[in-house]
């Protein structure tokens, strides 16, 4: 009897001590959005930070180096298994007395979007989800879209994102924005999912300037990525290095608006 009930006891603490599936969306790849949506009824925040150092231009003293940062908050809401919200408040802080200031990729503002599952994982050969999202911020207003694609193989997956966006600001010009990601991401165990990642930008603006600024890109990104899950806690980093053009801020006068290190880390809580 008392053999028993100590397995017994040892058994719940190794569950309660193990990763369980609740209903947690986390991201293994940090500027990939992968095909699975919230539960319907379950919440979830998570929290982004992004770093890259960047050069800079002062009319007195002339180039220097300085860390640019962008963060955001998500609130995510399963409205039904299929489709779920997200609302987001995001912050840039930003750099006075510089000809050239960098502007990364967020502003500072807030955004609305919505993630849809067209079928159940593993249903098609390719699981496909649709994202739609609006941002608003102190300069613009964004329209964005993405398609999102997924293989699973095993515990490799296998993820990528279509994703353009049409920027309309408040002054008047309208500017294309590219921005597809390439990613995989392999399950060592439930809790461990280590894995590499790509990412591009290109910004094309409207009317056409006659040179094109080395800062409208197009800028590819590829590095690490690793998620820790903890079960209702995740936590994601990837730290990538621009292989466009590495050197281009040891210039001594020209402004880079993307550094050619970039970190973004997330950390998810589920409710």
Known sequence: ?????????????????CPRAVGATPQPLPFTYVYETLPEGDVEVEQYVDLTPVKVINAATGAQ???????????EYGITD?????LYVTLQP??????????????????????????????????????GEVTETES???????????????????????????????????????????????????GFHPGVESWMRAEYPSPAPATREFNLGP???????????????????????RATDFRHSLSPTAGDAFGSVWVRTIIGLSF
């Not at 964004?142 to 293989?151: G, T």
């Open 219 to 241: 800028h590819v990104y590829v590095g690490p990525t690793a998620m820790f899950n903890f079960g209702k806690l995740w936590w994601s980093t990837g730290a990538y290095v």
């Open 140 to 190: 613009e207003v964004d329209l964005e879209a993405k398609i999102i694609l997924e293989r699973r193989v095993g515990n490799l997956r296998i993820v990528a994102n279509l994703w353009g966006e049409r920027e309309y600001e408040y002054a008047g010009h309208a500017n294309w924005v590219i921005n597809p990601t390439l990613g995989m991401t392999y399950q060592v165990t439930p």
């Open 94 to 131: 930003t750099f006075g007395g510089y000809v050239e200031t960098p502007t990364l990729t967020e502003g500072t503002g807030v955004k609305e979007r919505l993630r849809l599952r067209l079928a159940e994982a593993g249903q098609w050969p390719l699981d496909i989800g649709l994202y």
């Open 65 to 75: 180096y300085l860390l640019a940062s962008q963060f955001q908050t998500e609130f």
């Open 1 to 17: 009897m008392y053999l028993k009930k100590t397995l017994v006891a040892a058994s719940a603490a190794v569950v309660a001590l």
């Open 82 to 86: 299929r489709l779920e919200l997200g």
